[in-house]
């Protein structure tokens, strides 16, 4: 029997997920007790800094899936297999590159990280970013293979090998810090995982989907086309790069690895919270270039964009809802009270992101049918903003001052402006899109009500009382969700699943 692939990698990507969040509730309080704060801040410092590399990749992963479809409507496999020649080259040739730049990072540690930092942490941070170096030199010519999965639409595939790396890594690592081997021996077995996924891939490439490669008659008219269609991408990538990764830095510079690491805790979450988002809207790339490759409709886009974003909206308004009133003896009781200030970084970053996290399929529609520049230039002068901003609060309110100016370089580039975009140049309908999401206040209304309640009047800092009102909350707010504000569609996606289910029992219960 065949598989869908867009609803069982759906039902894995939040399956992955789930597991993800059980084993990091277990997994991270250990783990940033046995670092300490001061190294958990070390760590994530490095990754901010490392993770600026990726860049260098200059956004040609996203031209691929675009160009792909392209060929794959017209059924060119030798185009195909140009492209993948061509892309390979170019990885490789990148990923070189990358490490070239990392190790000159590596030779220059002092001059990167400042003068908070102590000799010891600039001795660990400069093994930290070596191995990270690699890691990412590793990375880049596998952007190739993923994405020709991705293109293929082979999502249960992707989604298990996800699912494996999320259940493998904890129980790898905790051994290794166990054994006192610290940050360097958790980054050590990432890097070895990481790879290993990266081989899994390729391998998967070549024998199940019969992936060719053609590396005659380099295409430099292609090349040039790419470029210029990449050029954008990259910019929105110095931009991501800049709002969720520089307040690290400019922490580390400011105030050193402890208030580096009140801000990661925070960026963790934050990160959990935008991959609930994604792994719904990222089942959908391979969809939107075959719409806009085949007949560019626009009514058809926008009902996409709104019923991705409904149920992209039912996920995250229990998140954002329930942060709000358990956020704070939440973290307390996880993360322990030395990082109690994490609560309001994290509410000034997950708060503003939502609205672009239930609309971020369009990013994809704006790639499909190019024309994302005017939203990088956008994202590019305010993210620029954000760090003139930042520089300044950051000093005087140190997280909560950095993550305030990422909040409201948000607001203004991703929520006024680009609603306006999606409107008037894209050819989407936002006001039926917005029409469709304010149906869901009045389901809205009782959760937030109780939940103001049990803010008032219940000692949540009690794990037992945390855990009761907590499952109160998530149940009344699914009872109003369903009556009161989901559609038959959404309904079903959740009804139809169930129904299946129980008839497959009954049919094994009769077997027997």
Request: a positive charge; proline letters at 3%.
């Amino acid at each position: 029997m065949k598989i869908n692939q867009l609803k069982a990698g759906a039902a894995l990507s939040y399956i992955s997920m789930a597991l993800g969040y059980i084993i990091s509730i277990i997994y991270t309080p250990i783990m940033l007790r046995l670092l300490g704060q001061s190294e958990y801040g070390l760590y994530n410092l490095v990754v901010s800094v490392v993770s600026y590399l990726g860049l260098l990749n200059f956004g040609f992963g996203s031209a691929y899936i675009r160009y792909y479809s392209r060929y794959k409507v017209r059924n060119e496999r030798e185009n195909i297999a140009k492209i993948n020649g061509m892309f390979l080259i170019i990885f490789s040739i990148l990923g070189f590159i990358a490490v070239l730049a990392g190790m000159a990072l590596v030779f220059n540690t002092n001059l990167v990280f400042g003068s908070q930092l102590t000799t010891q942490e600039l001795s660990v941070a400069k093994i930290l970013m070596t191995i990270m170096v690699i890691n990412i030199g590793f990375s880049f010519p596998n952007v190739v293979f993923n994405s020709y999965i991705t293109a293929n639409e082979q999502f249960v595939f992707q989604k298990l090998l996800q699912m494996i790396k999320v259940i493998a890594n904890p129980f790898l690592v905790l051994p290794v810090l166990l054994l006192g081997y610290g940050s360097i021996g958790m980054v050590v077995i990432t890097t070895v995982l990481n790879i290993s996924i990266e081989i899994a891939n390729a391998i998967f490439c070549f024998r199940k989907l019969n992936m060719e490669f053609s590396f005659r008659q380099f295409d430099f008219s292609l090349m040039k086309e790419m470029t210029i269609f990449s050029s954008f991408v990259f910019m929105n990538m110095i931009i991501d790069q800049i709002n969720w990764n520089v307040d690290k830095f400019i922490l580390g510079r400011f105030h050193g690895t402890v208030f580096v690491a009140l801000y990661g805790l925070a960026a963790q979450l934050n990160t959990y919270y935008i991959s609930l988002s994604t792994a719904i809207s990222s089942l959908f790339i391979p969809r939107v270039n075959k719409i806009v490759a085949s007949f560019d409709d626009n009514h058809e886009l926008t009902l996409l964009f709104t019923r991705v974003g409904r149920v992209q909206f039912i996920v995250l308004s229990v998140i954002w809802t329930g942060l709000i009133f358990f956020g704070q003896p939440f973290i307390n009781m996880w993360a322990g009270p030395n990082y109690s200030e994490s609560y309001l970084i994290t509410l000034f970053l997950i708060l503003p992101v939502t609205i672009p996290l239930i609309q971020n399929i369009g990013i994809e529609i704006q790639r499909a049918k190019n024309t994302h520049q005017f939203r990088s230039w956008v994202y590019f002068f305010i993210a620029i903003a954000n760090v003139i901003i930042t520089i300044p609060l950051s000093k005087k309110y140190a997280g909560i001052g950095a993550a305030m100016g990422t909040a409201l370089s948000l607001i203004i580039g991703n929520i006024f402006i680009m609603n306006w975009y999606y409107h008037k140049k894209v050819g989407l309908d936002m006001i039926y899109f917005w029409k469709q999401i304010i149906s869901f206040v009045p389901s809205l209304i009782l959760p937030i009500l109780v939940g103001v309640l049990v803010h008032i009047y219940i000692d949540l800092y009690n794990i037992k009382l945390f855990l009761l009102y907590g499952f109160v909350y998530v149940l009344i707010f699914s009872v109003s969700m369903w009556f009161l504000g989901m559609n038959q569609y959404e309904k079903d996606l959740i009804r139809r699943p169930i129904i299946k289910l129980i008839k497959k029992l009954k049919i094994g219960e009769y077997k027997m």
